[in-house]
């Protein structure tokens, strides 16, 4: 069963919108893959969302980079929060914080990933809290 396309977006602009993100990219995995052997074919672009008029290069680009941070999250099968280097502004760091989403408790079906920026750790973490506000399967 095909998840509802215009729901499935609605969703990620609703948990972008909640936690400022600048960016975002929802991803699902095959049901047929052991998640230790996961690789970039495996994950399936369902969603992304970048604001702005970037072309075509720039947004294969940023793809490829969130699923390079959604990897390992899948992998470990928790939810994580990653700072991005060199984005400290003065007051603020850019952080991509990452959403695991289950089948059900043994089986992973995709990830989101959120690009917001965050006076702190202890901020990114309460951004996460809100996201896994909206993830509730499984858990």
Request: with cysteine; hydrophobic share 45%.
């Amino acid at each position: 069963m095909q998840p509802n396309r215009s729901y499935l977006e609605s969703l990620v602009w609703k948990m972008a919108a909640s936690v400022a993100a600048t960016e975002a990219a929802a991803f699902a995995v095959r049901s047929d893959i052991q998640i230790e052997h996961l690789k970039d074919h495996d994950l399936f672009l369902l969603c992304h969302i970048r604001p702005g008029d970037a072309d075509e290069s720039k947004r294969a680009a940023a793809i490829a980079a969130f699923r390079d941070i959604v990897k390992p999250c899948l992998m470990q099968g928790k939810d994580g929060m990653i700072e991005i280097d060199d984005t400290y502004d003065g007051k603020n760091r850019l952080y991509c914080l990452l959403i695991v989403e289950r089948r059900n408790r043994d089986a992973l079906a995709g990830a989101g990933a959120f690009i917001t920026r965050c006076c702190s750790l202890k901020d990114a973490e309460e951004k996460l809290g809100v996201l896994q506000g909206f993830a509730v399967i499984g858990r």
